[in-house]
């Protein structure tokens, strides 16, 4: 925000010299000021000048002008609460935790991101347009003789942190990526933003077009919940300006897999919440938190500082609070990931070492390092393949909106037959939702005992049929036929060899249903992008686009209907039996007629 200043008493007004920086306290009145003068078709039109009538009524109707924003450093708690006071906001106001105005300055000043305490405050503005509207105080603490007086006074010169905020109306990914594309076809430019767990938002911070009125440099749109699929593109166009310290962050992600796969076997989860008897989660002290783990306090609190900057923990005055997503590394907790973090973070993290020659010789880094494919490798350590197969089950909320399908509603008092269906976990949800339903499953044998005592502990046991085989075993006749994570293990020519067991299996009436992670067809950025890499270096497979599903389809007989998205990133394609040569050539003239 550009703030108007006075020449100093006697100074010659011919004479060039550096305007005073105000005081909090007037950078803060001075806000105030903004806030309740302002509206949000007028700031809009200020803000990108290049609006047409359309595009403001547009903005307008889908974001409003919520507050405006500044980074003070107050000594302590009291001489905050006393310039509120000063500018008519109210003193008592509640304190959270900063993400991303944390982040940023530890990043702008070469700064350890746990020595930055920065809250946010938002006592509210009376307007004069009879909206409600805040001021968003970022403060950090700024004690006498502080090591961070050289930061504050940077922050004070230059207010990075100074902006405006439109908070979005009903977001979802559609409405977000038009506001976003909007500004930037009007000149603003990306200029980061995050997620912050503690208040369940995710910002998209812009810099002003060079032409705005506005009076402030850089803008934010705010939207509730979690929209990380939207802000990374935005993020990527932000930190295509930045090389250097985008690479830097990219080279950490090893550490960020290691953090999550320690923090998983050290069972940090399960001592945190130890102590909450199930009610709300509160702080547990470091020295408290490494006795019951058996771990070396500094250390400790090392690890739980880079957890807290991923959001599994926050960090309090008193010590550390477990969150929502740290809770899913609980081994019993609902959809837990416990054994994803271990599995990502042992064998498979092992042979990532081994990317670049198996991206040399086609050779998996997993083959190189253990001497044989992972199937076998696994098959041959009990323990493995339970962490392997419970790891699996982590990704099960991709299997949700499954028994609604159409496929399966219609499927009536029919048989479904779940291909290489592993310990039944997706069965077991089809079989629970349509009680009609009678279920196979194939599999090895071990795998077999483990699917037998899930599915009768489910209560649906007694309609599922148990198959030990191969591939090659397809069971035949069969109403609905599912292909589950099954074909991205595998290259081309063994997903045609599976692809036409089940073919030669299929009923004429029969479905498939294929559920897998879809490649983009414009290179956008997906999860299956990352698995691509996970397959070819681990497994020997690959993930696929939906046209190349559709050709390995064909190939084996089968015709490709169509494919809606799952969570988690995935897919299911729905096959039925491609109709013979000499039928279509018959109803080509009826068609044309």
């Excluded at 961070?148 to 990914?173: K, Q, Y």
């Excluded at 698995?531 to 599903?549: I, P």
Aim: aromatic share 6%; proline share 6%.
């Amino acid at each position: 925000m550009t703030t108007p200043t006075a020449v100093p008493a006697g100074a010659s007004s011919g004479t060039p010299t550096t305007p005073p920086v105000p005081d909090d306290t007037d950078r803060l009145s001075a806000a105030v000021d903004f806030v309740r003068s302002q509206d949000t078709a007028t700031l809009l039109r200020l803000l990108l000048p290049g609006l047409d009538g359309l595009e403001l009524r547009a903005l307008a109707d889908r974001c409003r002008f919520a507050h405006a924003a500044l980074l003070v450093f107050p000594a302590d708690g009291p001489s905050l609460r006393r310039q509120f006071a000063a500018c008519g906001l109210d003193a008592d106001a509640v304190a959270q935790p900063s993400v991303v105005v944390r982040e940023r300055l530890a990043l702008r000043h070469r700064r350890d991101a746990a020595v930055l305490d920065v809250r946010i405050l938002r006592p509210e503005v009376h307007c004069a347009d009879g909206e409600r509207r805040v001021v968003e105080v970022f403060a950090l603490a700024l004690p006498p003789g502080s090591e961070l007086a050289d930061v504050a006074a940077h922050e004070r010169a230059r207010d990075h942190e100074a902006h405006i905020a439109f908070e979005v109306e009903r977001p979802d990914p559609l409405v977000l990526r038009g506001l976003c594309q909007t500004f930037a076809q009007h000149g603003a430019v990306a200029d980061g933003g995050g997620y912050n767990p503690h208040e369940d938002g995710t910002v998209f911070y812009f810099t002003a077009p060079a032409d705005s009125k506005a009076g402030y440099r850089r803008v934010e749109l705010y939207a509730s919940g979690d929209h990380r699929g939207v802000l990374t593109p935005h993020l990527a166009d932000y930190q295509a300006r930045r090389p250097a310290e985008t690479l830097l962050r990219l080279m950490t992600g090893a550490w960020t897999t290691q953090a999550l796969a320690a923090c998983a076997q050290l069972r940090l989860p399960e001592a945190m919440d130890a102590r909450n008897d199930g009610g709300p989660r509160t702080a547990i002290d470091v020295q408290a938190l490494a006795r019951a783990v058996d771990a070396d306090p500094e250390n400790l609190a090392t690890l739980l500082r880079y957890l807290a900057m991923l959001g599994v923990v926050v960090a309090e005055p008193d010590g550390f609070r477990l969150t929502a997503l740290g809770a899913l590394l609980r081994a019993d907790s609902a959809g837990s990931m416990r054994s994803l973090a271990l599995m990502y973070g042992g064998a498979f993290y092992q042979s990532f070492a081994l990317l670049a020659s198996a991206v040399r010789t086609g050779q998996t880094g997993f083959e190189q390092l253990f001497g044989e494919n992972h199937f076998d490798y696994f098959a041959r350590q009990p323990a493995l393949a339970e962490r392997f197969d419970q790891s699996m089950a982590a990704s099960a909320r991709m299997f949700d909106p499954l028994p609604t399908h159409p496929v399966i509603a219609a499927a009536g008092r029919r048989t479904v037959v779940d291909v290489a269906g592993g310990t039944g976990e997706l069965l077991g949800r089809i079989l629970t939702a349509r009680p009609a339903l009678h279920g196979v499953l194939l599999e090895r044998a071990h795998v077999v005992e483990a699917a037998r005592r899930q599915l009768d502990a489910a209560g649906v046991g007694a309609r599922c049929t148990y198959r030990v085989g191969d591939f090659a075993d397809v069971p035949a006749g069969g109403d609905v036929y599912v292909l589950s994570r099954v074909l991205h293990d595998w290259d081309d020519d063994r997903c045609r060899e599976i692809l036409r067991h089940c073919a030669r299996a299929m009923p004429a009436h029969a479905d498939l249903l294929v559920v897998e992670r879809l490649l983009p067809a414009d290179g956008s950025p997906s999860l299956a992008t990352a698995w691509d890499l996970h397959m070819m270096c681990n497994v020997g497979g690959r993930e696929r686009r939906a046209d190349h599903y559709a050709a390995l389809l064909d190939d084996a007989g089968l015709r490709l209907v169509g494919h809606s998205p799952l969570p988690l990133g995935a897919s299911v394609l729905h096959a039925r039996k491609a109709a013979p040569v000499a039928a279509v050539r018959l109803a080509e003239p009826s068609r044309r007629g």
